[in-house]
Nanobody, 127 residues
């Protein structure tokens, strides 16, 4: 079965950077649209970013645009989320998700579109 494992979370100060990784196993990585979502105790799960199968279409939430960057390495079955200029409001559990589709140039913002989810990694931004 398909498994997603996130890593790279931690405790950082405001303004710092982190890079999250998500390794996918048990499926054909190149057939997945990949996404990142986050959830904090105060909020419902929210979309962070998504990347199409061919890497040419990328979308971000307005709250992270210009600070976060999503990328993928199909040779490593891995999707990354580079997070810069972190703010306390970025504190959340971050989840990666995979959506299997034949469409190569599409990214997905809705969590309901995704087929598989990781267990999450905690990111805490605090001074």
């Amino acid at each position: 079965q398909v498994q997603l494992v996130e890593s790279g979370g931690g405790l950082v100060q405001p303004g710092a950077s982190l890079r999250l990784s998500c390794v996918v196993s048990g499926g054909t990585f190149s057939s997945f649209v990949m996404g990142w979502f986050r959830q904090s105790p105060e909020k419902e799960r929210e979309f962070v970013g998504s990347i199409s199968r061919n890497g040419e279409k990328i979308g971000y939430a307005e709250s992270v645009k210009g600070r976060f960057a999503i990328s993928r390495d199909d040779a490593k079955n891995t999707v990354y989320l580079q997070m810069n200029s972190l703010k306390p409001e970025d504190t959340a559990v971050y989840y990666c998700a995979a959506y299997e589709t034949v469409t190569i140039n599409y990214y997905a913002r809705r969590g309901s579109e995704y087929d598989y989810w990781g267990q999450g990694t905690q990111v805490t931004v605090s001074s």
